[in-house]
């Protein structure tokens, strides 16, 4: 499907790609930001009335969700009635020039609405077709409802995040959704490489509790081998140390001395390299076994001075660490203003939201412009483009006027179940 992107033309590897993107809340949508940011075209398949559930939530600026323009940069709306002959005639020519899908509905939905993968990869069997669920489509557990939380808490990642002597703690972001989302985007890009050797589509079936699962890193291995259960350990490494926050004079910081080398290179920067030849402390091993012992001797001297100082120190030295930054402090980090980090995304009211840009730096193409707005689509905002890209040109289907809300006997798009 040919198109002016909504970001004004900013081109990328996926460029030439369109997704239609079913879902809604948080994975499916961040996984279609990404793409979205690669260059790929992504249309939004929303609910008549209400679109996607997270337009309702906060915080907003001038009536619209902000929430909704930070993962729904730069895509296109349109709102379809999929019990509705005339607007599941519009779907099926748009298939028929996708290359993508995307949804995150419980398994069944979309099969009960005839656009299950199934019967797409018959009908239209170039499609790469990616699922984002709980479970996945197979298993016991694929019928059961799962929203990050669930999968944080089944996953294991609550029962090592928090202190030792606290209650487990959810993990400060929604790394269940995030994490699926990142998962499904690569298998989509690896299955659109296939397709370049054999035009064939294929299913990208995404389960978030396997996400969790594969970003266990170390502690299955560890079980394994050891026979104890890995627990919450605070902010400290297991496996490593220092690899933990330590007191300075003005509050706590950072210091990741991951190997021997630089444990004797931070004795050096804290002027005590007696430090690296205490019997304690000169392997990893000794370290973590006499880990309270090593975090006092350290603060002992960290104590003494400023964050501020103990950081330029350290740097100087070669030493990994870093202060503990709040969320504004982000704003102006000169490295994620460097690295242009920082973006701005808009809605129809046109008044800017910044927000994180796009992590994945490639030489040859331009990055996001940190000064002009992304924007964020209205609510079926895309419809008449569509419609004249795909049907207008044969008469096929003449546009009508879309009501701002669903009347109360319309069926609308899915929604989880």
């Not at 890995?230 to 330590?246: I, K, N, V």
Request: aromatic share 6%; proline share 7%.
């Amino acid at each position: 499907m040919e198109h002016s992107p909504p970001d004004g033309g900013r081109k990328g590897p996926l460029s030439g790609i369109t997704v239609l993107d079913f879902s809604r809340v948080l994975a499916g949508p961040y996984c279609t930001m990404v793409l979205a940011d690669l260059g790929a075209r992504v249309i939004k398949i929303e609910k008549l009335g209400t679109g996607d559930d997270t337009r309702a939530f906060g915080p907003f600026v001038d009536r619209e969700s902000a929430y909704f323009m930070c993962f729904n940069r730069g895509k296109e709306s349109i709102a379809l009635d999929l019990k509705s002959p005339r607007d599941r005639e519009l779907l099926e020519r748009m298939l028929s020039q996708a290359d993508v899908v995307v949804e995150n509905f419980r398994p069944g939905v979309m099969d009960r609405l005839g656009y299950g993968a199934e019967r797409l990869a018959r009908t239209h069997p170039h499609l790469v077709y990616a699922s984002i669920s709980g479970f996945g489509h197979t298993g016991p557990y694929s019928d059961l409802p799962g929203y990050d939380m669930v999968v944080q808490a089944m996953g294991g990642v609550m029962s090592l995040t928090g202190w030792p002597d606290a209650p487990p703690a959810r993990v400060g972001t929604s790394f269940g959704d995030l994490s699926a989302a990142l998962f499904a985007a690569v298998g989509i890009v690896s299955s659109l490489y296939r397709r370049t050797q054999d035009a064939q589509g294929a299913r990208v079936d995404i389960g978030m509790l396997d996400c969790q699962a594969a970003l266990m890193e170390t502690a299955l291995a560890r079980y394994d081998v050891e026979g104890k259960v890995p627990t919450r350990t605070g902010d400290s490494h297991p496996s490593l140390a220092p690899f933990e926050t330590f007191a300075a004079s003005d509050g706590r910081f950072v210091i990741a001395a991951g190997n021997d080398q630089l444990f004797m290179l931070m004795a050096e920067a804290l002027g005590s390299p007696a430090l690296a030849l205490d019997a304690r402390f000169v392997s990893n091993d000794l370290r973590c076994r006499n880990r309270p012992a090593m975090v006092a001797a350290i603060e002992a001297i960290t104590r003494g001075e400023a964050i501020a100082h103990w950081i330029d120190r350290l740097n100087e030295a070669g030493v990994p660490c870093a202060p503990i930054n709040t969320i504004d402090k982000l704003f102006d980090h000169p490295q994620l203003l460097a690295r242009h980090m920082i973006v701005k995304v808009e809605g129809q009211a046109r008044r800017a939201v910044r927000t994180a840009g796009n992590p994945i730096k490639l030489g040859a193409f331009a990055d996001i412009d940190v000064n002009t707005p992304l924007r964020a689509p209205g609510l079926d905002e895309h419809r008449e483009r569509i419609l004249a890209e795909l049907m207008s040109p044969t008469g096929d289907y003449a546009p009508a006027h879309r009501p701002s809300a669903a009347p109360a006997h319309v069926v609308h798009a899915p929604q989880a179940s």
